[in-house]
């Protein structure tokens, strides 16, 4: 039975260890926080079949939702390597972005060409709740950038947009997978057991809780 693509993104991630568990041992995220999993889509840079096999997704989607922009931006650091091969990919022109200027020099946040007016996409390799990309989107638009969407592989779409950063921006978030084909993956193919699984569904949908439960 042929899968969807964002399954077939979603077993990638779960393949090439982007996605990882660890549930007796949680794991401390930037925030201080407890969880048992994590995901880091940067690794998708060091493989080759699979790298090739999203980007060709990303570029099919690209092409079949019309996106239309003339130049495409890397949010520092891990949208860099992607905006940088959807570039080469599509012939377009590329900047990257920097979470903040960088004190010396031009003291720029823009590193590249471009001009006032150049509509761009926002390139990133995944997407909580927004709160990065509203840096980005901010400094594009200060500096005279036209920016409707964000493209990311990644998209968690488990908070209410009304209650995100997204929600202020006036943009549209594109992705290849959520939690929800992740979940989806792991279940038809019996990647963790049951009850990890239902653990891994009450994160995801009730973190606060979860941590109350899991210390």
Request: glycine share 4%.
């Amino acid at each position: 039975m042929k899968i969807s693509y964002q399954e077939e993104v979603a077993k990638i991630l779960l393949d090439i260890e982007s996605i990882k568990f660890s549930f007796n041992n949680p794991f401390i995220l930037t925030s201080g926080e407890k969880s048992p999993v994590y995901v880091d889509c940067r690794k998708i840079i060091s493989f080759t079949k699979e790298r090739n096999k999203i980007l060709d997704i990303a570029e099919d989607y690209i092409k079949k939702n019309k996106l239309s922009f003339n130049i495409l931006a890397g949010g520092e650091t891990a949208g860099i390597p992607y905006a940088s091969f959807l570039a080469e990919r599509l012939q377009k022109p590329m900047v990257y972005i920097r979470k903040k200027s960088k004190g010396f020099g031009k003291n720029k946040q823009i590193e590249g060409s471009f001009k006032k007016k150049d509509k761009a996409i926002l390139i990133e390799d995944l997407s909580t709740d927004g709160a990065s990309k509203e840096i980005f989107v901010n400094a594009m638009k200060n500096e005279g950038l036209i920016v409707k969407d964000i493209f990311v592989i990644f998209y968690y779409n488990i908070f209410k947009l009304s209650k995100t950063s997204l929600s202020k921006l006036d943009v549209k978030i594109h992705y290849l997978c959520t939690w929800k084909d992740v979940l989806n993956v792991i279940k038809d193919n019996n990647i963790i057991t049951k009850a990890n699984q239902i653990n891994l569904n009450d994160f995801i949908y009730d973190p606060i809780n979860w941590r109350k439960k899991n210390g």
